[in-house]
């Protein structure tokens, strides 16, 4: 392996998907030495300072981004100001879904992505398992979403993708590329029930939960913009799941990407 770049800055760092990041990043040492720089909003208003020393950027909007073009566009231009040569840009699969707007504001992102001067790579991660495990260790005995229970999904373990993020910041030969990333198997919310029953040694039933009783329920409190997406993301997923390949990061990793159940089985298994 190339030794890679040394600085990586993490937009989101302290988000869910930042701080697995971050974690695989810092796991990477072996790969040459890294020191990870945080950004989240208290950097934003001197982005290029912050970016002026850096070899890479691991650029993560945060989740629903009222305009994630104009988000990724000041990213990309700090990035070129202060000479950051490698951007990362953490896409979702299937960006291009004119029905749910936060999709929509990555594909155009990814436009801006591939036309900036950087050298540039997309990750269009699958919905992550993790989602799942705030009501998995709430002790409900029903696992309820405002979709369809059997609809395919490729769900992908969050360690799974942030090693692969970790490893095309600090490698080369991913200039120019996209890679979708899914889990192993396409699999639905009621396998999530199941392997959760399997770990946990009693039942977990997985139900469609009716939208509207959402909105009224776990929805309540919600920006209203937000609940709109989220809304429109479950009517997608309703009818279509969010199918994604999990071949191109089983060849990132090596050959091997975890499994739902073993993905489950792990983090049920810590307390986090
Ligand atoms: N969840 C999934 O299954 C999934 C799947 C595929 C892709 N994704 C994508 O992954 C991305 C991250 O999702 P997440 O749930 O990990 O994010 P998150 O937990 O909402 O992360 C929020 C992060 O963004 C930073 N942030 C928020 N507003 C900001 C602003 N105005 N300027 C600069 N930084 C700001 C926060 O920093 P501070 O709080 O430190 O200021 C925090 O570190 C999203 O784009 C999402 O679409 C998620």
Redesign the pocket.
């Known amino acids: 392996m190339v030794p890679g770049p040394a600085r990586v800055a993490v937009?989101?760092?302290?988000?869910?998907?930042?701080r697995a990041i971050t974690a695989a990043l810092e796991m990477g040492l072996e790969m040459g030495g890294v020191s990870v720089v945080p950004?989240?909003?208290?950097e934003?208003d001197r982005l290029a300072q912050v970016l002026t020393g850096c070899d890479a950027l691991s650029l993560?909007?945060?989740?629903?981004?009222i305009d994630?073009p104009a988000?990724v566009g000041e990213a990309l231009s700090a990035a070129e100001t202060a000479g950051v040569g490698r951007v990362v840009y953490?896409?979702?699969?299937a960006p291009y879904v004119p029905a749910m707007p936060?999709h929509l504001g990555?594909a155009r992102a990814e436009d801006l992505v591939r036309r900036s001067s950087a050298s540039w790579t997309i990750l269009q991660?699958?919905?992550?398992v993790q989602?799942f495990l705030p009501a998995l260790r709430s002790g409900a005995a029903a696992l309820e979403v405002p979709y369809g229970v059997d609809r395919p999904f490729g769900l992908v373990d969050l360690v799974d993708v942030a090693e692969a993020t970790a490893l095309v910041l600090l490698e080369n030969g991913h200039r120019g590329a996209t890679y979708e990333l899914g889990g192993p198997d396409l699999v639905s919310v009621a396998d999530v029930a199941a392997a959760a029953s399997e770990v946990l040694g009693r039942v977990i039933t997985a139900s469609r939960l009716d939208p509207a009783i959402w909105v009224a329920g776990p929805g309540a409190g919600l920006d209203p913009r937000e609940r709109d997406w989220l809304l429109a993301m479950f009517a997608y997923y309703d009818r279509h799941g969010l199918p994604a390949g999990g071949h191109v990061l089983r060849d990132l990793l090596g050959g091997r990407s975890t499994t739902l159940a073993e993905t489950i089985s792990r983090e049920l298994a810590s307390r986090d």
């Open positions: 937009v989101g760092a302290s988000g869910k998907t930042g950004i989240g909003r208290r934003w993560v909007a945060p989740n629903l981004c994630e988000f953490h896409s979702v699969a936060h990555k991660p699958c919905a992550y989602n």
